[in-house]
């Protein structure tokens, strides 16, 4: 099974990562979730779906690829290689305790995205050699999705900026109050921002999709 399409580092400007419990709070379905985000101009989508059962997910993930490719949108799916192998995803986000990033790269093969998630400067050089695509940093503010996560900061993700050969896209607690002022850091492979909570617990996930992106494409245009 071949990848869906080519990896651009610029597909991670705007990062919509899915979460359960928000859906069904606000009465979506996955599909429903990635459809908005897309209408609404996110650049690339990551399925992350802690608490459904393996079988519902695997049935949604195989929609939303439907949904993402003929958006020509990429679609990860966080932490199961199992269900990406099967819907044929476009790839994989893993963490640092899930499976490592080189024995995912000899599972999914050359072409498909691997994006891992990194806090040091150790963890983005050592992602690099493993064979990751991107990797994702934070998080950078704080975050009520991952509550015993250490917040990084600015320095924080100026470091391992300044660390990783890969293309980066921040996350954690990030929304339109303070998205642009993490492009505004101006690091050349800070490539975009991952947002969670800023899109998915609101009533309207296009619009504030779409609410995100304006911010993010006029941070970039006075670049």
Same mark, same amino acid.
């Given at each position: 099974?071949?990848?869906?399409?080519?990896?651009?580092?610029?597909?991670?400007?705007?990062?919509?990562?899915?979460?359960?419990?928000?859906?069904?709070?606000?009465?979506?379905?996955?599909?429903?979730?990635?459809?908005?985000?897309?209408?609404?101009?996110?650049?690339?989508? =990551?399925?992350?779906?802690?608490?459904?059962?393996? @079988? +519902?997910? $695997?049935?949604?993930? !195989?929609?939303?690829?439907?949904? /993402? #490719?003929?958006?020509?949108?990429?679609?990860?799916?966080?932490?199961?290689?199992?269900?990406?192998?099967?819907?044929?995803?476009?790839?994989?986000?893993?963490? =640092?305790?899930?499976?490592?990033?080189?024995?995912? @790269? +000899?599972? $999914?093969?050359?072409? !498909?995205?691997?994006?891992?998630? /990194? #806090?040091?400067?150790?963890?983005?050089?050592?992602?690099?050699?493993?064979?990751?695509?991107?990797?994702?940093?934070?998080?950078?503010?704080?975050?009520?999705?991952?509550?015993?996560?250490?917040?990084?900061?600015?320095?924080?993700?100026?470091?391992?900026?300044?660390?990783?050969?890969?293309?980066?896209?921040?996350?954690?607690?990030?929304?339109?109050?303070?998205?642009?002022?993490?492009?505004?850091?101006?690091?050349?492979?800070?490539?975009?921002?991952?947002?969670?909570?800023?899109?998915?617990?609101?009533?309207?996930?296009?619009?504030?999709?779409?609410?995100?992106?304006?911010?993010?494409?006029?941070?970039?245009?006075?670049?």
């Amino acid at each position: 099974m071949g990848s869906l399409q080519k990896f651009n580092p610029d597909d991670l400007f705007l990062y919509a990562v899915t979460d359960s419990v928000m859906n069904k709070k606000w009465g979506r379905s996955i599909k429903d979730a990635v459809k908005a985000a897309i209408e609404g101009g996110a650049t690339i989508v =990551q399925l992350r779906e802690k608490d459904a059962n393996t @079988r +519902e997910f $695997l049935e949604a993930a !195989k929609a939303c690829v439907e949904i /993402c #490719k003929s958006s020509g949108v990429p679609l990860l799916i966080n932490d199961r290689i199992d269900v990406a192998l099967v819907c044929n995803a476009n790839g994989v986000h893993v963490g =640092q305790s899930d499976m490592p990033v080189w024995e995912v @790269r +000899e599972l $999914l093969g050359p072409g !498909k995205i691997i994006g891992v998630s /990194c #806090k040091t400067p150790a963890q983005a050089e050592q992602a690099w050699k493993d064979g990751a695509n991107y990797i994702g940093c934070g998080g950078v503010f704080p975050t009520s999705t991952k509550e015993n996560n250490p917040t990084l900061g600015f320095e924080g993700l100026r470091a391992v900026c300044l660390a990783s050969k890969l293309p980066v896209v921040a996350i954690g607690g990030i929304n339109a109050g303070n998205a642009g002022s993490v492009m505004e850091l101006g690091f050349p492979n800070l490539k975009g921002v991952a947002v969670v909570s800023a899109l998915f617990d609101r009533e309207c996930v296009a619009t504030e999709t779409r609410n995100l992106r304006s911010i993010l494409k006029n941070v970039c245009s006075r670049s």
